[in-house]
């Protein structure tokens, strides 16, 4: 599903959701679900959100899912207006870096202090499904 479009919705994130067991990173790393949501978006999407990649999609509440929505679609614009992420060696077609890695809340930030405002908290790393989630467990639950 294209999570620019009409069609992605809250009933559509919630029955996709619905009774899976998967941390909620990996159902939106899921491009049966979401399309074209890769690692580095997920992961600011949830800071967004404050809610930790470890909690299990099916366990969030409605009102989480629906916040999920604008967050997605937010980093997703805001992340093509900066012509994406240039880590290491992505460029855009015209041979130019993109510049939204320097609007990063979390990704790749492990060790520094949380960007949301009053949080004392410190971004931290894991490891899921062969990737690294970047989060802070005090704003995110």
């Known amino acids: 599903m294209q999570p620019l ?4 919705n809250e009933a559509y994130l919630k029955a996709k959701f619905k009774n ?5 990173k990996s159902a ?3 491009q049966r679900i979401v399309a074209g ?3 580095i978006y997920v992961c600011e999407v949830l800071h967004r959100t404050g809610i930790s990649p470890k909690r299990k999609a099916g366990a969030l509440s409605g009102p989480r899912v629906a916040s999920l929505l604008p967050a997605i679609r937010d980093v997703l614009s805001e ?3 900066a012509g994406g992420s240039s880590l290491r060696d992505h460029r855009q077609t015209d041979g130019e870096l993109g510049y939204f890695q320097h609007n990063f809340a979390v990704y790749d930030r492990e060790g520094q202090p949380c960007a949301t405002p009053d949080c004392t908290g410190k971004i931290q790393r894991i490891v899921q499904s062969g990737r690294s989630s970047f989060y802070c467990s005090k704003c995110q639950r």
């Open 28 to 30: 939106l790393l899921d």
């Open 5 to 8: 479009g009409n069609s992605f």
């Open 79 to 81: 992340a093509i207006e």
């Open 20 to 24: 899976r067991n998967t941390p909620v």
């Open 37 to 39: 949501l890769g690692n």
